[in-house]
């Protein structure tokens, strides 16, 4: 069945479950020279939300915030994110980002400046990470960055970034601080809020097992995992759903089986992964062997086909996640008009990379959802500057590429969320395609 297809009419014909998102903290134990990780307000001021407009304070912006961009120079995007190391795998973002820069840059650019990015590898280093984001807003003097990865790293940056007014802009992080525009207005997160993720995880098993189900969790010992595990407890709540069995994992392990072993003593209904990166396979790949046939949910961080369920092949049949956009992947998926458009232009561009790539194909559609901002920034009283930039952030109403049918990119103050919509869908290994659960998401803020 077309995804196409099938998930518009899912949309149209099954009610979306509006959640709030939870502002549970999270803390860090980070000790980083002059960069604070746990501040509620922004340095240079923060935001007023009326009638879901975001007013931002500028008036302790530093001089270049409000200055127009001269005439015929580059727009320098950076980021920080692992280029080596065990996330290296999210550099293949860079391939998507550069490949949508060439493309606006052979039509001109924006507002005829060329849009170049300068990226830095940090390897998953808070402390590297710190520096390198001093050094692209001090030395490289960045018009915003892009896609910079990890809690700790976006947390222990921030403060760089509002104490300069530089935008700080789709996050690779699902801390809750980055959907708050009244504290944190300089931020975005482009992750759907982990909130999101549990309630669709809940409603998906609760419907699955209406007698009730009991569930087994693998949990990554670490701010992600327990994120992770505290917004699935939070959508059991109400439900049916029990938790029979949780266990742990440390960042080192390379096998999941004596986990499963007694996660599966408990005889579960279901699964659920609050893990991320190759644990998702070590999981599915312990369960199925070991006969485990019911329900497994991962993570939206575990949805590239190309790394975490083509490689699993028959075991990952029926494998379940969120999806809130089209799967490059997906063979049912190439006739949609934007996956055309995103395949030429990678082919065009930036061969080297698989188009094939959720990370490639991300990178790809926000750097579209930029270059729509600063078109809409330029077109602003002043031109184009750092402030009008983040203006048109909070003001965004628009239709990305490999969006679903009929879904729309909206932030503002009441939709903080720049991935606010999901839905649960199944892996089917025959068709290498998804199908739809009729479980769909739809996060707002509280």
């Given at each position: ?13 099954a ?10 903290p ?25 009638a879901?407009k ?19 120079a ?32 052979a039509?001109g ?28 807003i ?13 809690t ?71 701010d ?27 960042s ?14 408990k ?110 920034a ?5 031109g ?9 952030v ?53």
């Amino acid at each position: 069945m077309p995804i196409s297809s099938s998930f518009s009419n899912t949309r149209r014909g099954a009610s979306r479950r509006r959640i709030s998102y939870f502002a549970a903290p999270v803390v860090l134990g980070l000790a980083l020279t002059g960069c604070s990780t746990s501040g509620t307000q922004a340095t240079s001021g923060g935001g007023e939300i009326t009638a879901g407009k975001v007013t931002i304070d500028t008036t302790k912006c530093p001089a270049g915030a409000s200055e127009s961009l001269s005439t015929g120079a580059d727009i320098v995007i950076g980021t920080s994110l692992a280029q080596s190391g065990s996330g290296a795998s999210s550099a293949l973002s860079l391939g998507g980002i550069n490949a949508y820069f060439d493309k606006i840059n052979a039509d001109g650019g924006v507002d005829g400046h060329k849009v170049t990015l300068n990226a830095k590898d940090d390897a998953l280093d808070p402390a590297r990470a710190v520096a390198n984001v001093k050094a692209l807003i001090e030395q490289d003097n960045v018009f915003a960055t892009i896609f910079q990865l990890g809690t700790p790293q976006n947390l222990a940056t921030r403060q760089m970034y509002e104490t300069n007014c530089v935008p700080q802009l789709y996050a690779s992080t699902g801390d809750h601080s980055f959907y708050d525009p009244a504290n944190h207005p300089w931020s975005t997160s482009s992750f759907l809020p982990y909130d999101a993720w549990g309630e669709a995880t809940a409603e998906f098993i609760d419907k699955k097992f209406p007698s009730g189900a009991k569930v087994a969790e693998l949990v990554w010992n670490s701010d992600t995992g327990k994120a992770l595990d505290e917004a699935f407890t939070r959508g059991i709540e109400g439900t049916s759903v029990e938790i029979v069995a949780s266990q742990s994992h440390d960042s080192t392990a390379v096998s999941m089986s004596n986990q499963v072993t007694e996660m599966l003593a408990k005889s579960p209904d279901a699964i659920v992964a609050a893990t991320s990166g190759a644990f998702c396979n070590q999981l599915v790949s312990a369960a199925r062997r070991a006969g485990f046939g019911g329900p497994i949910v991962v993570p939206p961080s575990c949805r590239d086909t190309t790394q975490f369920f083509e490689p699993l092949g028959e075991l990952a049949d029926g494998l379940l996640t969120v999806r809130s956009s089209l799967d490059p992947a997906d063979p049912t998926a190439a006739t949609e008009p934007s996956m055309r458009e995103y395949l030429e232009a990678m082919q065009k561009y930036q061969p080297s990379y698989d188009p094939r790539s959720t990370y490639v194909a991300d990178g790809y559609r926000f750097a579209a959802l930029l270059v729509e901002q600063l078109q809409r920034a330029a077109s602003a009283e002043g031109g184009l500057n750092r402030i009008n930039l983040i203006n048109a952030v909070w003001s965004t109403d628009t239709v990305l590429p490999l969006n679903f049918p009929d879904s729309r990119t909206v932030i503002n103050g009441d939709v903080p969320f720049p991935v606010g919509d999901g839905s649960m869908l199944a892996y089917d290994t025959s068709t290498k395609s998804w199908e739809p659960t009729g479980v769909d998401v739809t996060a707002s803020a509280p």
